[in-house]
């Protein structure tokens, strides 16, 4: 068996992520999984490193904080590694910018139950030697325990603009800039052939999805929150003021605690509400597999910790993947957002098809808009899930079209379905 080394070993409540302020701020779009594995391999970093070398990681490390069994941890976690290689940064400094990827290698020793995982070589200006205070540091305990991609990205940004700046009142962003450091707004890249994407493009969808659950979020767990001011031109939202304040925090965070206590927390019975949730989540779920006391806890646990649409996404793309053991692939994909990237691939496609349709009228609206209602009333008089998965679709295209008809008619109608 080889030996490893544990030099780089440390906890992670006592772990520092340690950036150069034009990485925090630096465009890229991570699935909370691949962000949780890459700030854990960046932690791993030493202040008096002078070259990127070899990390070593547990693989049963990682099995906590994604909420897989120890026994899969090992092939979720090449999943991980194999997508995180090929994931794109774009990086600005003075006078230069810089395209590249995260990681240049994982390599999987049979034996020693680790990854070794090596940081691409142009990660060294901004991980290593870092002086004059152009950097920021977070807690990885911190970073883990947010349970949103969003809320980790914007406390990232509002921690490096809070420590570089303490005594300003009010930190602005300009909306498109903050869209692509979140992650929502890709270019197309015509080398690589990728489309661009953009998610959330209503501001009044980016205020619901991302901005408010990350304040949220933070003001629960964080060791900073913030409050927010809308600037507009006209009647679109131009910028946003971003109010950051101080939250003192007695001891640990909450999510710092024992894994084991963690689990039972997120395991606890839920709402009637959340009942609610869950069970048209259920109805997404293939006929065969829906009546499955592990599908379904399995679903609770992670709408609780995940939400609806995070986790409606993870079934969908398990139906369309999984070819055996449903409830083993549906548990990686809600463990590791396998759905977040073929998400976007579906928006991207159906916003193309929309583009190449003729224009979307009030009529054509209307008409799909009692089509969900009918389906909906029928769903529940003859308590049909099929019958209410197929209004689930229809208000996705509703939406899609929704937005092509506003984007073309200047006059603000009222929204028909909410």
Same mark, same amino acid.
């Given at each position: ?13 006592? /772990? ?46 990682? +099995? ?11 092939? !979720? $976690? ?11 940064? !774009? ?49 990885? +305990? ?13 406390? $990232? ?12 009142? @009010?930190?602005?962003? !300009? ?22 994407? @953009? ?164 009529? @054509? ?8 209602? /009918? ?21 996705? @295209? ?15 109608? !009222?929204?028909?379905?909410?």
């Amino acid at each position: 068996m080889t030996k490893v080394s544990a030099r780089k070993k440390s906890k992670p409540s006592s /772990a520092i992520v340690t950036q150069s302020n034009e990485l925090v701020s630096a465009r890229y779009a991570l699935p909370l999984g691949e962000m949780r594995v890459l700030f854990t391999v960046i932690s791993k970093v030493q202040p008096e490193d002078t070259k990127l070398t070899v990390y070593h990681i547990p693989v049963a490390e990682f +099995a906590d904080f994604l909420g897989v069994d120890k026994n899969s941890a090992y092939r !979720e $976690m090449k999943n991980i590694t194999k997508s995180l290689v090929t994931r794109y940064v !774009e990086i600005k400094s003075p006078g230069c910018l810089t395209q590249t990827t995260w990681v240049a290698q994982a390599k999987y020793i049979d034996g020693t139950g680790m990854v070794d995982v090596q940081l691409s070589e142009a990660m060294i200006p901004h991980l290593l030697q870092l002086k004059n205070g152009n950097f920021t540091q977070c807690k990885l +305990a911190m970073l883990l325990s947010f349970k949103s991609q969003y809320t980790l990205r914007l406390y $990232m940004l509002l921690k490096q603009k809070r420590d570089h700046n303490p005594r300003a009142k @009010e930190y602005q962003f !300009e909306i498109g800039e903050l869209r692509k450091q979140l992650g929502l707004s890709v270019e197309a890249d015509k080398a690589r052939k990728t489309d661009a994407l @953009e998610l959330y493009s209503e501001y009044k969808n980016f205020k619901a999805w991302v901005l408010n659950p990350a304040k949220k979020e933070m003001d629960a767990k964080s060791d900073i929150g913030f409050e927010y001011e809308e600037i507009k031109h006209g009647r679109r939202v131009a910028s946003i003021n971003f109010r950051v304040f101080n939250i003192p925090r007695a001891g640990l965070l909450p999510t710092e605690l024992a894994a084991e206590e963690q689990l039972s927390l997120d395991l606890l019975p839920k709402s009637g509400a959340d009942l609610d949730f869950v069970e048209t989540l259920l109805s997404f779920v293939p006929d065969q597999h829906r009546a499955k006391k592990g599908v379904r806890a399995t679903i609770e646990a992670a709408e609780k910790q995940h939400g609806f649409d995070y986790v409606k996404r993870n079934i969908l793309y398990s139906n369309a993947h999984a070819s055996k053991n449903y409830a083993g692939y549906l548990s990686g994909a809600l463990a590791i957002d396998y759905g977040h990237d073929w998400e976007i691939e579906q928006q991207t496609a159906s916003r193309a098809v929309e583009k190449a349709q003729k224009q979307v009228t009030l009529l @054509e609206l209307n008409t799909l808009a009692d089509d969900i209602r /009918a389906l909906q009333r029928n769903s529940k008089l003859t308590n049909s899930p099929e019958l209410w998965q197929q209004a689930e679709v229809l208000k996705a @295209e509703y939406a899609r079209k929704r937005e092509i008809y506003d984007a073309e008619n200047t006059d603000e109608e !009222e929204e028909i379905v909410g």
